[in-house]
């Protein structure tokens, strides 16, 4: 039992920045990596970013060099800080979380908070 709650998406114009962020809750006894997907009308859900518990990240080709992902794992937190945004940004970013309940593997999603980046 998980739930993610994203946040910070919005709309801003090319070349500005945003940051989002994703809290989980529940009774979670150990997240193994969080991170990010998105998901343009029409396209496939692509990796953004993840971000494992001990800080080994990965980004997806498109975003690397501007993107920055972070983790508090004490609080469960992720973060990802989108610097130089271009306008094929936009999406609908999701959070994923891979986590242990009890002895259980899992994987979970949240609701998706919407980014916009207009020329």
């Known amino acids: 039992q998980v739930q993610l709650v994203e946040s910070g998406g919005g709309l801003v114009q090319a070349g500005g920045s945003l940051r989002l962020s994703c809290a989980a809750s529940?009774?979670?006894?150990?997240?193994?990596?969080m991170g990010w997907y998105r998901q343009a009308p029409g396209n496939q859900r692509e990796l953004v970013a993840t971000?494992?518990?001990?800080?080994?990240?990965n980004y997806g080709d498109s975003v690397k060099g501007r993107f920055t992902i972070s983790r508090d794992n004490a609080r469960n937190t992720v973060h990802l800080q989108m610097d130089s945004l271009k306008p094929e940004d936009t999406a609908v970013y999701y959070c994923?979380?891979?986590?242990?309940?009890?002895?259980?593997?899992?994987?979970?999603w949240g609701q998706g908070t919407e980014v916009a980046v207009s020329s």
């Open positions: 994923n979380a891979r986590y242990y309940s009890g002895s259980w593997a899992k994987e979970d």
């Open positions: 529940g009774s979670i006894v150990t997240i193994t990596r």
């Open positions: 971000i494992t518990s001990g800080a080994i990240r």
